[in-house]
């Protein structure tokens, strides 16, 4: 299927590189410049407002999140113009980064350190490196003694420790230095020690729902499954069995508590009070605990991982999405949540297995969103979704990564690679993405390293 034939009839855009790129223009809108570089409103709409906390720096919501699309869409289209929107993004977050109080990596500073290795390597310019490793140095720093180990904050899951560790070992790779691996184990060790690794307990109010006090979460951003995923990278990384063990704890943990039909498997959002709420989107659901399992196969190579993996993908499919709303898949498009992190888990799966029915599908849920897109006053591509399930009445469009605009454009743009074998790409994945950075099979790339 050509990607051109995903037009929806009512949408300007005519492929999913063309909805990136308006989905850039309406960014590009809510840019504001001061001494320091740039930076983007949540929502620059009349009378607009953000879905969530304005986050300024952010990878979640903010700057960083938007140098990262920007660095992707100068490449897939070639335009300098957007590579100058990154730079002037990055010299904001290098210059104001001491301001940041958060280290976490989807609120905090090690976002904003991911960013600024991600613009020193496209851009060519060391001076971002050196603060991403000025960054790394102070997350060293302010590592902290518990009882049990070594670590920064009380919460071990990507929203705490786990994303700070991921982003250490992606310092550790890109700069060079030993020490940011060495701690990123050490405090990886505190957490395999515990007896189901990601546990999240306790009243998750920053998140799009809120749960009760005594809630456990299996799924990903705050429960088990991204801190199984955590340790199986630590495993893969050390080869230390006490991550594998860790790992294999928390993938059972999942295992027990899904349900499981046929070929499918959906994860209960959190238990015991929502164990028939079953989210889809990356955050909670289905999207992100593939992941989990799919690292785990990638450094273990258990087939019944990879089965796992399937058994989610299948469960996606099978709801009716992105055709029917479910309670777990509501009207929301965003990376977080949403049809964009359902597109990074089926591209990512195509470029894994080759499986063309994960392609195809991917190119559904894009024609969904481009679908979906509004662009009603000719200032480009926004989505207005219910950021906020509990709470349907409150629409809004918003700018960010994982909330808006530019985490959908960046999952535009990844199927847009993954459909050009013959220009095979690199894209900017996160550290918490398992799949190729170039989306596509090796079998199916040509004219690379190799004859036609």
Not at 297 to 325: C, T
Not at 434 to 450: D, E, L, N
Request: glycine fraction near 12%; aromatic fraction near 8%.
């Amino acid at each position: 299927m050509s990607l051109d034939r995903i037009r929806p009839s009512r949408s300007h855009a005519d492929s999913p590189l063309a909805a990136a790129i308006l989905a850039g223009r309406w960014i590009r809108a809510a840019a504001v410049d001061d001494e320091h570089g740039r930076f983007w409103r949540p929502n620059p709409d009349p009378r607009g407002r953000s879905a969530v906390t304005p986050e300024p720096a952010s990878l979640y919501s903010g700057a960083a999140g938007i140098v990262l699309f920007f660095l992707e869409l100068a490449a897939a289209t070639g335009h300098e113009a957007y590579l100058e929107d990154a730079r002037k993004g990055a010299d904001r977050l290098a210059a104001t980064w001491r301001e940041q109080k958060d280290l976490s990596l989807y609120h905090g500073l090690t976002g904003t350190m991911i960013a600024l290795i991600e613009a020193g390597w496209v851009l060519g310019e060391s001076r971002f490196d050196a603060e991403a490793a000025a960054i790394a140095d102070e997350i060293v720093r302010r590592a902290r003694p518990f009882d049990d180990g070594v670590g920064w904050t009380a919460e071990t899951a990507q929203r705490g420790d786990g994303g700070i560790v991921l982003g250490l070992l992606r310092a550790a790779a890109h700069l060079g230095v030993s020490a940011y691996r060495n701690l990123a184990a050490e405090a990886g060790l505190r957490i395999a020690r515990l007896p189901v690794p990601g546990h999240r307990f306790g009243n998750c109010s920053e998140g799009p729902a809120d749960l009760p006090p005594d809630a456990v979460t299996p799924g990903f951003l705050s429960g088990t499954a991204g801190t199984a995923y955590l340790l199986a990278r630590l495993y893969g990384e050390t080869g230390d069995r006490a991550f594998l063990e860790g790992a294999r704890r928390g993938a059972d943990f999942v295992r027990a508590v899904s349900a499981v039909s046929e070929r499918c498997a959906m994860v209960p959002h959190h238990l015991p009070q929502g164990r028939s709420l079953h989210y889809l989107g990356f955050c909670s659901g289905s999207a992100g605990v593939a992941r989990m399992f799919y690292e785990l196969y990638r450094v273990a190579a258990d087939p019944a991982d990879l089965e796992w993996v399937n058994r989610l993908a299948e469960g996606i499919v099978r709801s009716g999405v992105p055709h029917r709303q479910t309670e777990g898949y509501w009207n929301v498009a965003c990376q977080c949540c949403g049809t964009a992190g359902l597109m990074e888990l089926f591209v990512g799966l195509w470029a894994t297995t080759g499986d063309a029915a994960r392609l195809e599908f991917a190119r559904t849920l894009a024609a969904n969103l481009v679908g979906r897109a509004t662009a009603h006053d000719g200032a480009g591509y926004r989505w207005y979704q219910a950021y906020r399930r509990l709470r349907p009445g409150e629409v809004s469009a918003d700018t960010g990564y994982m909330v808006g605009a530019a985490g959908i454009g960046a999952a535009l743009l990844h199927l847009d690679a993954a459909g050009q074998p013959d220009q095979a790409r690199r894209v900017i994945l996160l550290p918490d993405n398992p799949f190729p950075s170039i989306p596509v099979p090796a079998g199916a790339v040509r004219g690379i390293g190799g004859d036609r």
